[in-house]
Every structure is written in C-alpha cells, then in structure tokens.
C-alpha cells in the first residue's frame, strides 16, 4: 500500500492550496484519513481528520480555514487550506488506517509535501 500526496507549493499570506493524497496497492478498505504537519524544529501536529463516514475533526490552529473531505471511490483525501499564514509553512502528510482483508490493517504515511506560506 502506498500513499501519494500531491498539491504543496509557495503561496503568499492569505492564499489557498488544496493538497490530495491517493492511496493505492492491496485495499480492502480505509477507516480513518488524516492530515499532518510538521514545521522545522517542531512536532508533527494533526491538522485533520475524516472518519470513513464523514465525520471530521481538526486542530484549533485550522479550524475554519481547513476543510477535509474524501472520495471513497478513489482512495482519496483532500486537504482544502484557505487564509493560509505563514505559520502554516511545514511538510504536510496523510496518513491512513488502510485494511489490507477482512482480518489485517496498518497506519501508513505519505511522503510529505511542502507547503510555504511568504509573508
């Protein structure tokens, strides 16, 4: 299983970017899909979570300005990021909880994708 995110770039104070992610290989089906984030020197933070129902969660730094949704069908997240701030700027991951059968399932991550916000 593998995990490829796309979507990063450079954006002025104020812009937009909307990352995806497209899981592929041996897939049964997918539980949770998350956003993270990790800045130079910092933790990786949780930006947001989607449950495979729908239901949604994110970080108190995004909430109103992130939205995350996904497409089952395609074995993919979004990451839509309005009024972006310069402290917005890290590496950006998805990560899903991906059930290989009936009876085995893994975290995976993908490789990250940088989001720079200029001032």
């Known amino acids: 299983v593998q995990l490829q995110a796309s979507g990063g770039g450079l954006v002025q104070a104020g812009g937009s970017l909307r990352l995806s992610c497209v899981a592929s290989?041996?897939?049964?089906?997918?539980?949770?899909m998350a956003w993270y984030r990790q800045a130079p020197g910092k933790q990786r933070e949780l930006v947001a979570t989607i449950s495979n129902s729908g239901i949604t969660n994110y970080g108190d730094s995004v909430k109103g300005r992130f939205t995350i949704s996904r497409d089952n069908a395609k074995n993919a997240v979004y990451l839509q990021m309005n009024s972006l701030k310069p402290e917005d700027t890290a590496v950006y991951y998805c990560n899903a909880y991906v059930n290989r059968d009936r009876w085995s399932g893994s975290f995976y991550w993908g490789q990250g994708t940088q989001v720079t916000v200029s001032s």
């Open positions: 290989g041996r897939i049964f089906s997918i539980n949770d």
